[in-house]
Nanobody, 121 residues
Framework: QVQLVESGGGLVQAGGSLRLSCVAS????????MGWYRQAPGKQRELVAV???????NYADSVKGRFTISRDNAKNTVYLQMNTLKPEDTAVYYC???????????????WGQGTQVTVSS
């Protein structure tokens, strides 16, 4: 059973920083992509940033230049460094592991339970 556990959310003032972490546990042979999505109240879940196993990254336009995604493949961990936070960054942030190869089943995606990020003005 593969599980994703996020940490690092919280309350911060506008202009501040937070660092999110997500660890994938279980019997994992490989993970194609790891990323962060967010969902604000009344809005759809949206991609924030994603990093594939080669190290290539992609960011939402709204976070480019402020957020940095990184990954430790050996630890099956992904990080999201969030700087210059804005009130509009307030949301529940979800970790995603894409196309995970594990034992006994076809490759599939997995999601974390989410961590709240609140940015006060």
């Amino acid at each position: 059973q593969v599980q994703l556990v996020e940490s690092g959310g919280g309350l911060v003032q506008a202009g501040g920083s937070l660092r999110l972490s997500c660890v994938a546990s279980g019997i994992i042979f490989s993970i194609n992509s790891m990323g962060w999505y967010r969902q604000a109240p009344g809005k759809q879940r949206e991609l924030v940033a994603v990093i594939i196993s080669s190290g290539s990254t992609n960011y939402a336009d709204s976070v480019k230049g402020r957020f940095t995604i990184s990954r430790d493949n050996a630890k099956n961990t992904v990080y999201l460094q969030m700087n210059t936070l804005k009130p509009e960054d307030t949301a529940v942030y979800y970790c995603n592991a894409g196309r995970v190869f594990t034992i006994g089943r076809d490759p599939r995606d997995y999601w974390g339970q989410g961590t709240q990020v609140t940015v006060s003005s």
